[in-house]
């Protein structure tokens, strides 16, 4: 019996280095002319100006080909480029669903006239997606929604209540999952993605306060909404397929062990170059860490690149990308004696605080550890 | 040849050679000869030592080959003989056939050369030096110099650590003809071969990490309790999936030091795996003895052969705080802003 997971070793060829010389200067020139600051993560610091900006220098739907507005370069090229403007801070939320996940999806799945409805926009940093999954009843366990869309004329109605939807309120369409007919034995049968129009008659976006003070995700309700027929996604009935089809994209990027890489910044520089041991130890430990991180989440790049589905690597990459990014503040708390504190003048306890109070949804978002842990099991063959 | 062939040839002869009641032998003090001479006559040993056109060619290979070792708890000095034997060759000094043991001043241990006459005079000690009183020659790194001893003339005390591999205590005082000395190259002071060492030892626990999580996964699949595999209970699986994810990046680590050696960038990586590595060896042996219950506590059961090896690999060539400490003020020193720009590269 062989080890159920496998991480080749990759090598950045370099373009990619060139490619990272080119997305540095531009976020510096850019953050000197005041179009962006560093702030959270990538699903926190939203800004249709910057993903404009960079939509302008082909750095959003870089893998796709150019009929749709893409640039065709590799999937270690986009790695390249999204993670030194995640280490930076940078402002891509508005892009990001769109880029990382619907925009694959409609080139997977989609006609040919919602790709090039859609992607051309999507890639200039105008369009903006959100995803409707989750359900006040179903988080988890997503086969369970109750959202449903009916057949009617050219079309269906949909109506239903999607919950946690990041930035719903800021983006122009939601790819969103629902019943198509009733789970008659096979929960995971009858499922469909549509392509749902935020502005459309019958749409509801109530953004929910987090426990960080800040409007990011919202409730969506749909109420009686006329889905074009046109805005079906793929096969009717095969929704379940298509999303778990996307997750090995959508577990493995830089974005699931990043989100507090700018504390351990702070950090270091608050023990500046010469530190004390005990800061010197927590700073190389978690460098080790990151390191092999990067390592891990390059390899399954490569993969990705190379046409394969390493849904296993992703999940493991994933989790413990996630462990690191929540023990960054909780390791660097410790060599911090005052302790977080925003509104101050001290940027380590500005990013401790913002670290501290996101980091339970690192664990949440993308899939909970348990779902994870319980996709490796599987990988290990124990379920 | 391709790593996996080397792998697989190693994997498949440390199988059958190196059974659990040849590995209980070793630990009570019968050198494994048989098994030694098919680890010589496979060329495993000359892995690392193979090429010179870069300097570490066939580290990949050597790696592999430890990787399999491990997984059968293979009660030999193969690490340190390749390192051993590669350094020697790389100074053109000329090591005996057998095993080699390798004496490195460092954090630890203190081991001086000087010139005495015509020769040079060595002297110092060092702790819990990996098969000293199996070896045919020691091969001592003293910062820039590096010297043959052969025989091992030396006084040893026996020690053996948790795994029951010998690890003595030595004390050097002896002189040396000129032809047993030579300078060290410049890629290869003490603490480069020190790195190494931790590397060969990340190797070493990537391995039997990868077999004492096949050990549990196997154990939970067959061990019914409550009418039911205990896998297929979900507190086992979340543990052993966290054990999944140690085992993945241990893995990762090591691939990627081997990549960063290659690339002549030893500094930053082979401490970072051994770290990592070490660390990984911790939590897994604390999960796959909890999922084997009492029977991994036993003597009769294999798992100890494995885990005993972790616990004391991860010790050996610095333990986690002491490579954190030297990461963290490389790190350090690069300014907080160019930590990324450093790791980028790596």
Known sequence: ?383 | MTDVLVYDAAERLFADLATPAVVNAAEAGTWPADLWSAVTEAGFLDALAGGFGAALDGLGDAVDVLRAASRHAVPLPIAETMLALWLAKRVGLAAPEGPLALAVDGPEDHLELRRAGSGWHLAGAARGVPWARHAHGLVVSTGVTIALVTPVSAAIEQGKNLAGEPRDDIVLELELDARSVAGAPKDADAADVYRMGALFRAAQMAGALEEVLQLAVTYAGDRVQFGRPIGKFQAIQQQLALAAEQVAAAGVAVAAAVAAAGAGDLAFAAGAAKLRVGEAAGKVADIVHQVHGAIGFTHEHRLHQLTRRLWSWRDEFGVESAWALELGRLAASQGADGIWPFLALR
Not at chain 1, 125 to 150: H, K, N, Q, V, W
Not at chain 1, 305 to 328: C, H, M, Y
């Open chain 1, 1 to 383: 019996m062989a080890i159920a997971f496998r991480f080749d070793p990759v090598t950045l060829p370099p373009a990619c280095e060139a490619l990272r010389k080119e997305v540095r200067a531009f976020l510096a020139d850019a953050r000197a002319s005041g179009l962006w600051a560093p702030a959270g993560d990538f699903a926190t610091n939203h800004s249709p100006a910057f993903s404009r900006a960079i939509g302008a220098r082909g750095w959003i739907g870089m893998t796709w080909p150019k009929k749709y507005g893409g640039q065709e370069r590799s999937m270690l090229e986009r790695y390249v480029a999204t993670e030194e403007m995640l280490v930076a801070g940078a402002p891509v939320a508005a892009h990001w669903i769109a880029d990382r996940q619907s925009g694959p999806l409609l080139l997977r799945f989609g006609t040919e006239e919602q790709r090039l409805d859609f992607l051309p926009a999507i890639a200039r940093g105008e369009s903006y997606f959100c995803i409707g999954m989750s359900e006040p009843d179903s988080g988890s366990d997503l086969a369970s929604i109750r959202t449903r869309a009916d057949r009617t004329d050219g079309g269906f109605r949909l109506n239903g209540r999607k919950v946690w939807t990041s930035h719903a309120h800021r983006s122009h369409y939601a790819i969103t999952i629902c019943r198509t007919s009733p789970a008659d034995g096979d929960r995971h049968a009858g499922l469909s993605q549509f392509i749902v129009d935020l502005k459309a008659k019958g749409v509801t976006i109530r953004p929910i306060k987090n426990l960080a003070g800040n409007l990011d995700f919202n409730e969506v309700i749909f109420d009686d909404v006329f889905l074009p027929a046109n805005r079906l996604v793929g096969k009717e009935g095969a929704g379940w397929q298509q999303v778990t089809s996307e997750l090995a994209f959508e577990r493995s990027g830089p974005e699931r062990f990043v989100s507090t890489f700018r504390l351990l910044v702070e950090f270091a520089r608050r023990i500046g170059s010469n530190p004390d041991p005990r800061a010197a130890e927590a700073l190389g430990r978690l460098t080790a860490h990151l390191w092999t991180l990067r390592r891990m989440s390059l390899s399954v790049a490569g993969m990705l690149q190379a046409g394969e589905t390493p849904n296993l690597e992703a999940a493991l990459v994933k989790d413990l990308g996630n462990s690191f990014e929540r023990e960054i503040p909780e390791l660097v708390r410790l060599l911090a004696p005052r302790g977080a504190r925003s509104g101050g003048n001290d940027r380590f306890e500005e990013t401790l605080a913002e670290a501290v109070l996101h980091a339970p949804s690192f664990t949440l978002r993308g899939g909970t550890r348990e779902i994870l842990r319980g996709i490796i099991a599987r990988g290990l063959g124990l379920r």
